[in-house]
């Protein structure tokens, strides 16, 4: 018995094993298609990554333009690309964006009425949730613990 | 009996919530031009690449710009309603012909039929950006000032033409 248990462990821990090489492979590859993208100058590289991250592709909404290689997430990069080299500010290229695709290009939506739910939603959830613990718990030192269980079904 | 509504209630709030996110349709982005004046351009006509043309020049009319190419799937949905609303002559539809390549656009109309007033070529994707485009086909219903009044992503229906892009056209007309 604790042969087969030892054998589907270690056959676990190598399927997962090969899962993260071939992981690392594919991340390694797409490392490589963005570089053949993005040229020369490295500083300004990084600055177009660091805002491409910032940025949804509308094609594949849950990658960032950093991310996708769809036609338009490259043509958005290019442009990120053009007009930091041009000397544009993160918030200008960012707005350039907003202005033509909203604010649901950004992964980070700016906090106003529309989307203040978003962005207090976490919290109210914890609190709703602390509160109601609270109000549990005290409710139970008061009356004492309750199982759920009728007293007398007990036994 | 009473310990149960609660959990009850919360279960059909949440039946509710998550019914209303599985009927909104991710891929529809409210576009944030709407109200604004359409983004001005000048691009070759696909008929005579040696002219320009520019929204200035629809200036005065209620018209569709309608954001095609000859790779797109579902251009081909929509296309026979475009046909039959440029025969009735309901409103001037101009095209933009995203990054699409002259001789593939020019076989696809004359295959299909060309229900635009005329179109423009758009090869590189630059006006497509200014105007928001990120699923071909695309329709903007401009009004007689310019302004961009109604967007359209994805294609026309006849459901959409019945339901808002006609009902909001006859409105313009009026106005």
């Given at each position: 018995?604790?042969?087969?248990?030892?054998?589907?462990?270690?056959?676990?821990?190598?399927?997962?094993?090969?899962?993260?090489?071939?992981?690392?492979?594919?991340?390694?590859?797409?490392?490589?298609?963005?570089?053949?993208?993005?040229?020369?100058?490295?500083?300004?590289?990084?600055?177009?990554?660091?805002?491409?991250?910032?940025?949804?592709?509308?094609?594949?909404?849950?990658?960032?333009?950093?991310?996708?290689?769809?036609?338009?997430?490259?043509?958005?990069?290019?442009q990120?690309?053009?007009?930091?080299?041009?000397?544009?500010?993160?918030?200008?290229?960012?707005?350039?964006?907003?202005?033509?695709y909203?604010?649901?290009?950004?992964?980070?939506?700016?906090?106003?009425?529309?989307?203040?739910?978003?962005?207090?939603?976490?919290?109210?959830?914890?609190g709703?949730?602390?509160?109601?613990?609270?109000?549990?718990?005290?409710?139970?030192?008061?009356?004492?613990?309750?199982?759920?269980?009728?007293?007398?079904?007990?036994? | 009996?009473?310990?149960?509504?609660l959990?009850?209630?919360?279960?059909?709030?949440?039946?509710?919530?998550?019914?209303?996110?599985?009927?909104?349709?991710?891929?529809?982005?409210?576009?944030?031009?709407?109200?604004?004046?359409?983004?001005?351009?000048?691009?070759?006509?696909?008929?005579?690449?040696?002219?320009n043309?520019?929204?200035?020049?629809?200036?005065?009319?209620?018209?569709?710009?309608?954001?095609?190419?000859?790779?797109?799937?579902?251009c081909?949905?929509?296309?026979?309603?475009?046909?039959?609303?440029?025969?009735?002559?309901?409103?001037?539809?101009?095209?933009?012909?995203?990054?699409?390549t002259?001789?593939?656009?020019?076989?696809?109309?004359?295959?299909?039929?060309?229900?635009?007033?005329?179109?423009?070529?758009?090869?590189?994707?630059?006006?497509?950006?200014?105007?928001?485009?990120?699923?071909?086909?695309?329709?903007?219903?401009?009004?007689?000032?310019?302004?961009?009044?109604?967007?359209?992503?994805?294609?026309?229906?006849?459901?959409?033409?019945?339901?808002?892009?006609?009902?909001?056209i006859?409105?313009?007309?009026?106005?």
């Open positions: 018995m604790a042969e087969r248990w030892r054998a589907a462990i270690v056959g676990a821990l190598m399927a997962g094993a090969l899962l993260l090489v071939a992981g690392s492979g594919a991340r390694a590859q797409s490392a490589e298609a963005t570089a053949s993208v993005v040229a020369a100058d490295p500083a300004l590289d990084q600055h177009v990554q660091r805002l491409a991250e910032e940025l949804r592709c509308l094609v594949c909404q849950n990658q960032t333009i950093a991310d996708s290689h769809a036609q338009l997430a490259l043509d958005l990069k290019a990120v690309r053009e007009q930091l080299a041009r000397g544009a500010s993160d918030a200008e290229v960012k707005d350039y964006m907003v202005q033509r909203g604010d649901f290009v950004l992964y980070r939506p700016p906090v106003k009425a529309t989307t203040w739910l978003l962005w207090a939603g976490p919290a109210l959830m914890l709703i949730g602390l509160g109601a613990l609270a109000l549990k718990l005290r409710r139970q030192a008061r009356d004492g613990f309750d199982d759920g269980v009728p007293a007398g079904e007990n036994a | 009996m009473r310990r149960f509504l959990p009850l209630g919360i279960f059909f709030a949440l039946v509710t919530l998550l019914g209303a996110g599985l009927r909104h349709d991710p891929g529809e982005i409210p576009s944030p031009l709407l109200g604004k004046p359409a983004p001005a351009f000048a691009l070759p006509r696909l008929d005579q690449p040696e002219q043309f520019g929204p200035e020049a629809m200036k005065g009319r209620v018209w569709l710009l309608n954001v095609w190419a000859s790779w797109c799937a579902s081909r949905q929509e296309h026979p309603l475009l046909v039959d609303l440029a025969q009735r002559k309901v409103v001037p539809v101009i095209g933009l012909d995203y990054m699409d002259k001789p593939e656009a020019e076989k696809w109309l004359a295959e299909r039929g060309n229900p635009y007033q005329l179109s423009i070529q758009d090869a590189k994707g630059k006006v497509g950006i200014d105007y928001g485009v990120y699923g071909v086909p695309e329709t903007f219903v401009i009004d007689k000032q310019g302004v961009v009044r109604f967007k359209l992503t994805g294609p026309v229906t006849q459901e959409a033409l019945d339901k808002k892009l006609l009902p909001l006859r409105e313009l007309n009026r106005g």
